[in-house]
């Protein structure tokens, strides 16, 4: 009996390799696929893609093996475009063949089997949410709404910041922004800072990002989640359970005092795309707009925005503090062309040099190194490589915002590299400059973090001088936290001043 199954195991295993080598061998043969380090197969890329800085480790490798280049994580190939002109071939030429999402474990838990936006696939159910949430966000643009939210965010927690003595670690406050920004424009409700359920969600979105700080093995090998779930994906589990049931409270909530012709926020946003589905009499579009749809699209704006508008926020502070006179020129440029009023969304057209600041921050700053994972949604080619179908590909943001080709010194933070002789924003100048990304999948929120974000810049700019601590001197660019793909200045503490 030992003997038999000794030998069904010796056989089984034999088969494996045998049937490991022909695909292969017939992968070799049938694509011109493209080049990468050796690594011992099934484990793959082990030293790569177990520590942390993976965008940094591939930038480094793309020296080498040029700018489309493969990885095996565990056994699963993973690509890296590395350039502005391979993103561009494979996210523009290519229209959709690289604009599918990967299945993964994880994300598949907590989008309810990727019932989201950002983790869905390429498909028509996509397509249809997609639009639904750019015509929902889309309303915050008109008028003085984002303004007005922001102003009212923005006072509460400078306010908070006024009141710290000496040097503080402005990630509290950072968070407290956009958490407390993100919520109001959610669900409508404009809470006082220490709020119980915002600060529920502040420590839940805390948690899961140190869970998956490295990633979580059940995505290489999704079959352990089956045999032998890993404590990290226990506590993903547990954490979006709590999380989903908050957001489903919410929609029930809205749902009872729901008035179409008093839409509040963008869950109420939502509910109206619903009911006009309804009296149009419209089964697919309402088929497509159940409770859990309409749950998972709030998620995805509330967390997406989260940690990269924080990012950007934390990074800006880093770079004004780090050089004071630049911070000056911005104050300066402020002062000139909008005193102390209120920003707007249309300031950003005034305000050229505070601009290019941002946009500069989103290049030397590690806001989202690697993105979001892309997925190949046919045979298809990049860089004159072939890519099978349902390929995992990144798209290398740091290798692009970092690419000597574009940026002379890519490590020093110069935000005249984006202004014209007469001091004006160049569009020319902002070619492999994708901190949103582009394409099919390009960030859904970008038309709104742009104005939204630099207001949020201009408030800090017009009531404090922003300094960092006596005697620290940093190289912010050098010294960083991460946290998967993604990086924030280490340590970072300020000093801030009331101006007037
Ligand atoms: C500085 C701020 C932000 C940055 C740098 C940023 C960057 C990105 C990037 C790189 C992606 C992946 C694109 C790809 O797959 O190629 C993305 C996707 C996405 N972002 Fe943002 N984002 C920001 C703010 C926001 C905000 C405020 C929202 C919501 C209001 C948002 C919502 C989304 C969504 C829903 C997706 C998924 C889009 C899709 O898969 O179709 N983002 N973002």
Redesign the pocket.
């Known amino acids: 009996m030992l003997g038999l199954s000794l030998l069904n195991v010796q056989t089984i295993l034999v088969a494996v390799v045998v049937g490991l080598l022909v695909y292969y061998i017939r992968r070799r043969t049938l694509y011109r696929l493209p080049p990468g380090p050796w690594c011992i197969p099934l484990i793959g890329h082990f030293n790569v893609y177990s520590k942390p800085l993976i965008h940094r480790a591939t930038t480094e490798l793309s020296k080498k093996y040029g700018p489309v280049f493969r990885l095996s994580f565990g056994p699963i190939p993973i690509v890296f475009l590395n350039n502005y002109d391979v993103v561009m071939e494979a996210m523009v030429k290519k229209k959709a063949d690289f604009a599918g999402r990967p299945a993964s474990t994880t994300f598949s838990l907590i989008t309810e089997g990727n019932k989201d ?2 983790m869905a696939t390429y498909s028509p159910m996509w397509k249809y949410h ?1 639009r639904v949430a750019m015509k929902a ?1 889309r309303n915050y643009l008109q008028g003085d709404l984002l303004e007005k939210l922001t102003q009212d965010n923005m006072m509460k927690v400078m306010n908070m910041m006024a009141a710290e003595k000496g040097p503080f670690e402005p990630i509290l406050h950072l968070n407290n922004i956009v958490f407390y920004q993100l919520y109001t424009l959610c669900f409508g409700e404009k809470k006082d800072i220490g709020d119980p359920d915002v600060e529920f969600l502040l420590k839940e979105k805390d948690l899961v990002n140190k869970t998956i700080e490295n990633g979580l093995r059940e995505d290489i090998f999704p079959f352990l989640k089956d045999l032998c779930p890993s404590k990290r994906y226990q506590i993903m589990q547990e954490t979006f359970d709590r999380v989903l049931t908050f957001f489903y409270k919410k929609l029930e909530k809205h749902k009872e005092t729901f008035d179409p012709e008093n839409i509040r926020d963008l869950t109420d946003h939502l509910l109206l795309a619903r009911s006009e589905a309804e009296q149009a009499g419209n089964e697919e579009s309402m088929q497509n707009l159940t409770d859990t749809y309409l749950v998972q699209t709030v998620s ?2 509330f967390f ?2 989260v940690d ?2 924080r990012l ?1 926020l934390e990074w800006f502070l880093c770079f004004m503090s780090r050089f004071p006179e630049i911070q000056a020129k911005c104050q300066k440029e402020i002062e000139e062309h909008i005193g102390s009023r209120c920003p707007t969304i249309t300031d950003r057209q005034i305000l050229p040099y505070t601009e290019a600041c941002l946009y500069e921050t ?1 290049r030397a700053g590690v ?2 190194g690697l ?2 994972p ?1 997925s190949t949604i046919c045979d298809t080619q990049v860089g004159g490589y072939d890519i099978p179908k349902d390929t995992i590909v990144f ?1 290398n ?1 740091y290798a692009l915002h970092r690419d000597p080709k574009y940026w002379t010194n890519p490590e020093e933070f110069d935000p005249l590299r984006y202004l014209d002789e007469n001091g004006k924003l160049d569009p020319t100048k902002l070619e492999s400059w994708l ?3 582009v394409g099919r ?5 970008e038309s ?2 742009k104005p939204e ?1 630099m207001m949020m810049c201009v408030h800090l700019l017009q009531r404090f001088n922003i300094t960092l601590p006596d005697g620290v001197k940093q190289n912010f660019i050098d010294e960083h936290r991460d946290v998967f793909g993604t990086e924030s200045p280490a340590d970072l503490k300020i000093v801030v001043k009331e101006r007037m």
Do not use: E, K, N, Q
Not at 441 to 445: F, I, Y
């Open positions: 936006i950002a997609r966000l995805d704006i997406a925005g990269t508008t950007t989103m806001i989202a993105g979001l892309h798209i943001h901190p949103f990304s999948r390009v960030c859904l929120g709104i973090a974000i």
